[in-house]
């Protein structure tokens, strides 16, 4: 994971990236952008879960930790959707 942005991206956010919408039963990653506040530990990031539900402007993803299904609040930023192929 990187620690900084480059000194040409310092401080420059997507606009698309932050006003994607996701579906519930999305399947998303956590990738903490940098020039945002995160909120939460380091060890999500990367982490792949599923879209249960739209709060406000954030969305509830559900993510197993150690085994354990646990369920956070993360802003469309800090989220990748992901294709799944069944």
Known sequence: MAKHKTARQRG???LSKYFQ???EGDYVAVAQELSEVFGY???I???TGRVIAKRGSAYEVKL???NKPKTYMLRPI???KIEVTK
């Open 41 to 43: 530990s380091k060890r």
């Open 21 to 23: 919408s996701f579906k």
């Open 64 to 66: 197993n930790e150690l």
């Open 78 to 80: 800090h989220l990748n």
């Open 45 to 47: 990031q990367g982490r």
């Open 12 to 14: 420059k956010i997507q």
